[in-house]
């Protein structure tokens, strides 16, 4: 409230035959409400104004409530709010014996929501559906965390924006903010796991990392069991070209002595370096697939 009282306007007094004057001086009168923004921007507010005297008491000042229904019909719509509901109220306050009359009037105010959903709410939820995208971007895009970072920045503006716009208050905390927050807090969570899946994807035997025994065991064998996926296979297991299986065994069969038990052991030698050959080129035909 200001604190300005008096009327705008020196009007003058109509006096009747009987004794009754009339006075209706304009006045403008500005008042402070406590507001609830839990459910901004579709919020609803409660205001009051409180009219009597605390120095008369009713038997020298009487309050007439003529209408319970506040007149309307000069007021003109605004952008942003609508009055759902504008009553008026007659009470009184006792001090001992005196009694001292007071009428109140109270505003019921909606506010108008489609400002705030068009250029809030909904890129807000634009820039939630951006974060799940970033996990289906593949490992090999640098552009993950380039989007990760971006959506960020993005929420931090919005969540700027509306701490301008809403009144500051430390008691309640609109649900709006807790969402850009959580998301937030999402999107940092995405940016650390996307650096940590791409540095696991870009290690391999040339960088010097070996797979350790646990992630091993963990991802390969334990995990997919959970997810009801198909056992790991390795991806350069030939049972063809397998070191330990039969074909690339030596042959325990004892020839006979002689020219023909040599040439059978020659050829049993060149059947396992020819295999073993075999497996090493597709071992790197493997390698450079993917590579690329």
Request: aromatic residues 12%; hydrophobic residues 40%; glycine residues 6%.
């Amino acid at each position: 409230a200001d604190g300005r009282f008096e009327g705008s306007l020196m009007t003058k007094a109509i006096v009747r035959y009987n004794g009754m004057i009339t006075w209706t001086p304009p006045a403008s009168y500005k008042s402070a409400c406590t507001m609830d923004v839990t459910f901004f921007p579709f919020d609803r507010q409660n205001c009051s104004m409180k009219f009597g005297s605390w120095t008369y008491d009713g038997n020298m000042v009487e309050l007439v409530l003529v209408n319970q229904q506040v007149d309307r019909s000069d007021f003109f719509d605004n952008g942003e709010w609508e009055i759902l509901s504008a009553t008026g109220v007659r009470g009184s306050r006792r001090d001992g014996h005196l009694s001292y009359p007071y009428i109140t009037y109270s505003f019921i105010l909606k506010r108008l929501p489609l400002f705030y959903t068009l250029f809030l709410i909904i890129p807000c939820l634009g820039l939630s559906f951006l974060t799940v995208l970033v996990f289906y971007l593949p490992s090999d895009e640098g552009e993950k965390v380039s989007l990760s970072t971006s959506v960020l920045v993005s929420l931090t503006v919005f969540l700027l924006v509306i701490e301008e716009i809403i009144p500051s208050s430390s008691k309640v905390i609109p649900l709006i903010g807790e969402y850009l927050l959580f998301i937030m807090i999402f999107v940092t969570l995405s940016i650390i796991v996307t650096v940590f899946v791409i540095n696991v994807h870009h290690r391999s035997s040339a960088t010097y990392h070996p797979m350790s025994p646990w992630v091993r065991s963990l991802f390969l064998q334990r995990l997919p069991h959970l997810l009801c996926m198909r056992g790991n296979t390795d991806r350069y297991h030939y049972p063809e070209l397998e070191p330990h299986s039969p074909d690339l065994k030596p042959r325990n069969k004892k020839g006979p002595p002689g020219p023909e038990g040599e040439g059978q052991a020659l050829i049993n030698m060149l059947e396992q370096a020819t295999n073993s050959v075999r497996y090493i080129s597709r071992h790197i035909k493997k390698e450079h697939f993917i590579r690329e």
